[in-house]
């Protein structure tokens, strides 16, 4: 082979290894702000779990008191006292 067919040769085979090298950090960069991207979704995940969680453990931590039974019962089954009148609101705004 004559040198300037192996210069070709060999200025091809450079190209082609840097334009895969070109290639594959695109590539690892696309892949780099997926993965950020989802760590920033898994983040506020977890805080929002942390939060329940501290919510829960004052919700453990309160005493179980008789005022405590009737605002979960008042609030969450809407439960009411014998003597009491409710008076509703049907009329539209």
Known sequence: MTPTRTNIFVRL???AVA???CISIINLR?????????KLLLEQQISDINDSIEEIQLRLETPLTLDYIEKVA?????YRDS???????????
Do not use: P
């Open 83 to 93: 003597d009491e009148i409710i008076f509703y609101n049907n009329i539209a705004d």
């Open 74 to 78: 008042r609030e969450l089954y809407d």
């Open 13 to 15: 085979a450079i190209v």
């Open 30 to 38: 696309s892949e780099l702000d997926a993965l950020n991207e989802e």
């Open 19 to 21: 334009a895969f090298f």
